[in-house]
């Protein structure tokens, strides 16, 4: 083998090792999903099954950033990644705040939950493409229960607020999707998504399943409640002490690492809860 490609191959292990981390990054989608497949009634587990691809092999997890790799071959899925509410307002409002930039209705996460729900419902006879879409709804579960995908408008949830991220310069709604949860898996976690996922959903209770699996009569209500706790988690710990050019470190991350780890929770808990009630 040549020097040339020696080196190549030497880069190729590198990059294939190293845990590359993009929107909540691939590894917060790869916990939430792990749990939720977790939890599948053996219905709704076949259904999975079924319509996951093949180079999946039967693992959802390993589809659950999906979502994120086609924005760019399909544009009109960008927006509906997130919803942008009033500034400083700590609410959110289907009807005010759930449109794309063009302000067409229900191009938002909320819309799209709903959409694809309904999608779904039509297993197995359907016209649609019912992998694409349970790809879609499993990350798409993810991104809402980010606190920062339901963030404010002007700075797009934390995509234009410049922070450290102890000596990393970032920004803040990285810090959310992936800083904070690469930290805990260093720090805590062997460095391992498997390990943390296992571990976080090894301590879910029962009660705290009632409690989150309650979110009022149809999915559409649930899916903007989600939203709702997010922007409220947003208000009250994301954007707290963390404005321009502020440098978080130890303190904003040991007080925030539980919220994040919740709303994974959460995500796992809810999307599982939602896949076995549409597959019956
Ligand atoms: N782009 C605009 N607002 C956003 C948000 N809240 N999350 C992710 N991307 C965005
Ligand atoms: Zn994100
Ligand atoms: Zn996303």
Known sequence: MGSSNFVYIVFLLLIAGAPLSYAWGVDGHYMICRIAQSRLTSTASSAVLDLLPSGANGDLA??????????????????LHYVDTPDNLCTYDYSRDCH??????????VG????YTTQLLSYPTSRYNLTQALMFLAHFMGDVHQPLHVGFTTDAGGNGITVYWY???????????????????????????NIMADSINANITSDQVS??????SSSADCANNFAT????????????????????????FLSRKPIVETRIAQA???LA???????V
């Open 273 to 279: 809860n939602l896949l076995n009630q549409i597959f």
């Open 112 to 115: 799209a939950i709903n959409n």
């Open 167 to 193: 000596t990393t310069k970032t920004n803040l709604h990285s810090v959310w999707d992936t800083k904070i949860i690469q930290t805990a898996m260093s720090n805590y976690y062997g460095n391992d998504h």
């Open 62 to 79: 390993s589809e659950c950033s999906w979502a994120d790799n086609v924005r760019t071959a399909y544009p009109w899925s960008s927006p």
């Open 229 to 252: 706790e997010s922007i409220q988690d947003a208000c009250s710990y994301a954007y707290q002490d963390a404005s321009q050019n502020a440098k978080l470190n130890d303190t904003y």
């Open 268 to 270: 796992g808990v809810r």
């Open 211 to 216: 409690q989150w699996d309650a979110c009022g």
């Open 100 to 109: 794309d930039s063009s302000g067409n209705a229900g191009y938002c996460v």
